[in-house]
């Protein structure tokens, strides 16, 4: 079966620090992926996808930035955090090509910038 | 403008009670709706995916509905327990944005259910 991993869980860092959210899909090839940040009493916000090794779309002008150096890991940083990135951070993945399907997200990451 | 709108914001219901959220949407073109619960500090986990000629899907005590026409959503929880104590998520995707679409997130509902 399909697992999603993210860490940390929770991460509390200053600002002007830099950043590294990992995630990792087991169980399947070729997956989409996507990094979301989730704030208090918002929906989901799409930050980044990934159809593959090496492509990320960005949806949001933000200084974080996103990367897919293997199949199944996305990887979330930032050189210099500012407070409005405090937020839940969600990592997804899906079947390509099928709407019909779920997306599956990890647990996320809670992080507090101060 | 795609938007998502759910209603109540936040419910309380006790236990073993009956239950019924609302989703609004004016997404176009419509591709599928989707349902997730979201337990506090987890990702959020699919309920229910439903398209455009489908008007009900169940899953365990969870059945959402849906009406094309008036482009309303809703899942109605039966029998409610502690567990179902969660938010739960709206999801409308359109045809557009490529294979996967265009995922547009309500903001939630949050249930509290109480003992």
């Known amino acids: 079966s399909q697992t999603i991993h993210q860490w940390p869980a929770t991460l509390v860092q200053p600002v002007g620090s830099p950043l590294s959210l990992e995630c990792t899909v087991e169980g399947t090839s070729n997956p989409n992926l996507y990094w979301y940040r989730q704030a208090a009493g918002r929906g989901l916000q799409l930050l980044f996808y990934?159809?593959?090794?090496?492509?990320i779309s960005s949806e949001v002008p933000q200084n974080l930035s996103a990367s897919r150096p293997q199949d199944r890991q996305f990887i979330l940083s930032s050189k210099k955090l500012l407070l409005s990135d405090s937020g839940f951070y969600l990592c997804?993945?899906?079947?390509?090509?099928?709407?019909?399907?779920?997306?599956?997200f990890g647990d996320g990451t809670r992080l507090s910038i101060l | 403008k795609n938007q998502v709108e759910q209603s109540p914001q936040s419910l309380i219901i006790l236990e073993g009670k009956n239950c019924t959220l609302q989703?609004?949407?004016?997404?176009?073109?419509?591709?599928?709706l989707r349902w997730y619960k979201q337990d506090t500090g987890r990702g959020p986990v699919s309920l229910t995916i439903m398209t455009f000629s489908e008007n009900t899907k169940s899953n365990g005590r969870y059945t959402a509905t849906l009406d094309a026409d008036t482009k309303q959503s809703s899942l109605h929880i039966t029998a409610s327990q502690l567990s179902d104590s969660a938010s739960y998520i709206c999801v409308v995707t359109s045809n557009y944005g490529g294979s996967q679409g265009n995922l547009i997130f309500g903001k939630g509902t949050k249930l509290s259910v109480k003992p």
């Open positions: 989703c609004n949407y004016t997404v176009s073109p419509f591709s599928n």
């Open positions: 990934s159809v593959g090794i090496g492509q």
């Open positions: 997804a993945w899906s079947v390509p090509g099928r709407r019909d399907q779920p997306q599956h």
